[in-house]
């Protein structure tokens, strides 16, 4: 690790990279209307998914970070209600992909991949926020109607975006492949 | 510069994007589907010993101040209504509006000092032994109720307010827990199969001693007709009035109809509800139930529909619901078939020309007429048996 | 890692999700004549609107003495008056949109409701 010299080392590139993709995202996502300001489908969380299964779970931590931070400063919802949004919807899902990563290494048979991670964070995304929404911004029962279309929508995204970060670490580790010949690197 | 193949992959994804982001602005913005919602003025307010709620639908040039006035005026009249048709005092009643009742009515309506002006003083009259003569207001009702009473071979009939007192039925605060003795009951009948009928055209009633009035099972009924009628002329043709569950609407909610529940007479946690109705046009439908006001004695439910023939609550049936323009009308048929029971009430709803009518027995079992059996949209695990209102095979 | 899209442990996942998801419209989507919120008045005036989907009981001061409302499963009822008659405890859970109770000696009464296409107006009873 980086511990005295500001040198990037090529975790912080993978992690730098990853992050900035997923802030690309987060502030597009921002532009997504949604029946509940500041609660979004979490597509940004695809980059936290992939970063997990390829570098793990601390990488993937360090992504999520920087994508709430410097993607609602640049949205300019930092410490407003979205961001809070953002960020518990982040943490549920990161708090699932953990315990997701602890199941697989107990139960390999039983392993999830990424369809499954992806919808068991999505709705760990959505129903963070959710409850965030519900218990600290606005207490009012209609929203409570709105919660099973939403949770169905984070379904539906969820499916969507496992399959799509499949396909992305499908092509990824053909990249990997391809990059053992020496010219490919960097 | 759109030679690189990813930036056409981008501008390509970006287009994709941002026509999701459009298809999600609609379905986010699109105009709600009950906007009409915020065209309807709601009052409620206690009268006539229920609770009233009226709403009226406003049209596009209508303002919601100008409904509540008018809804502020209709239950002024709804009370004035009240304090024509009640029956009795009421006792302990530090809590209703009723202070200055008599002062209010004597002073707007006075005629000679014997003329009763509400029922409250005819039924001080009939108790004197005296002939009360009928005010004119009041003499429409009156006439109707003695058709109706005339229709219904006596299964409706006003004279039962000494009988609806014996019961404890007549207020509100002070109910029994004891059915009155079989004696009592007795005693009223004789009294009540001596009484002169309420006269068809009647601007007098009495001598009968022994009687007191009560038009309890029509004035509500009549209220809501009355209540139609007012804001229709208000300028409010879209309304719909409940009088504690006797309801009366016209014309439509916007884009819909007004639409009303049955409440289910044995509920439970699936079936609160027996079925849901739109309502065409100018319409009224009222409900007679044994659930509501009722006592229970040595397991047995003592409810308030009494039958004027046997003096005690009519057995068999749990509910009677009659849709007609008429809410009086409906109130006072929906007594009746109540009163008629399981073997009779396709012949009352016969003598008094219903085609609209759901009936519950005791048994659980549904009941409806064609005409009302096709616009009834049941609840889920509930049916009804077509049955023709005819006369007796 | 299985091969194919799916693996076992995925299925699951998603087949429990789903049947989360399913759950949930079970518990807030009733059928749609079902009300959301229950207004409570005193004399006519309005002393709150509740939603019905947060179990609570309420103590009402009416004129008679405190009546107690209970709301449990989107339904609301009165459980307890100080009057004879009972005729506000034997109306029961109202769940539906245009039902009311009223306890007529404490002027308390209870309306309900929803919005949706499918709200109902009032109930006869």
Known sequence: MNTIMLTADRDDRIIAGFAALAIVIHVLEAGFPSPIPGVKPGLANVVTLIVLLRHGLRSALWVALLRVIVGSLLVGSFMTPGFWLSASGAAGSLTVLAAASIWNRALPGWGLSAVGLSVLSALAHMSLQFFTAYTVFVPHSGLLRLLPPLMTAALAFGVATGIAASAVLQRLSEADAAAQTPHSEG | ?????????????????????????????????????????????????????????????????????????????????????????????????DAHADTDVTTATAGPAS?????????????????????????????????????????????????????????????????????????????????????????????????????????????????????????????????????????????????????????????????????????????????????????????????PHTGTPARGLSSVTVVADSGAAADAASTALFVAGPGGWQQQAYALALDKVLVVDTDGQVMATPRLAQRLKFAEGISARTVEPGPAP | MTRGLLSRGDVLAVTLAAACVGGLYARFWQPAVAADTVEVRVAGTSIGRYPLQINRSLTVEGSRGPLLLTIEDGRVRFSKSPCRNQICVHSGWLSHSGDAAACLPSRVSITLSGHGSEALDAVSF
């Open chain 2, 1 to 97: 510069m759109l030679q690189s193949p990813h930036l056409r992959l981008f501008f390509r994804r970006l287009i994709l994007g941002l026509g999701l982001a459009v298809f999600f602005a609609w379905l986010a913005l699109r105009p709600a589907a009950d906007s009409d919602d915020n065209r309807v003025v709601q009052r409620e307010f206690l009268a006539m010993g229920t609770l009233f709620s009226v709403s009226v639908y406003l049209e596009p040039q209508q303002v919601p101040a100008d409904a509540e006035a008018a809804l502020a005026r209709l239950e002024r009249v709804l009370q004035d209504y009240e304090l024509r048709w009640r029956a009795w005092d009421l006792q302990g009643t530090e809590d209703t509006p």
């Open chain 2, 115 to 307: 003329a009763p002006v509400n029922l409250r003083q005819i039924n001080k009259v009939l108790a004197a032994g005296g002939v009360a003569s009928v005010p004119e207001p009041m003499r429409p009702l009156f006439e109707r109720a003695a058709q109706l009473s005339r229709l219904s071979d006596g299964r409706f009939d006003v004279r039962i307010g000494a009988l609806v007192k014996l019961w404890g039925f007549d207020d509100e605060t002070h109910f029994r827990s004891t059915p009155p003795s079989d004696e009592a009951i007795h005693a009223q009948l004789q009294i009540q199969a001596g009484a002169p009928a309420l006269p068809t055209a009647g601007v007098a009633y009495g001598p009968a001693p022994g009687i007191q009035l009560d038009f309890g099972a029509i004035a509500k009924g009549d209220a809501t007709d009355l209540a139609i009628r007012q804001l229709r002329e208000s300028g409010y043709p879209n309304a719909i009035v409940n009088a504690g569950g006797n309801l009366h609407a016209a014309g439509r909610r916007g884009e819909r109809a007004w639409r009303i529940g049955v409440r289910h007479p044995r509920p439970d946690a699936q079936h609160r509800l027996l079925a849901t109705l739109d309502i065409e046009g100018d319409e009224a439908v009222i409900t007679s139930g044994d659930y509501e006001r009722y006592f229970e004695f040595q397991g047995q439910r003592y409810h308030h529909i009494l039958d």
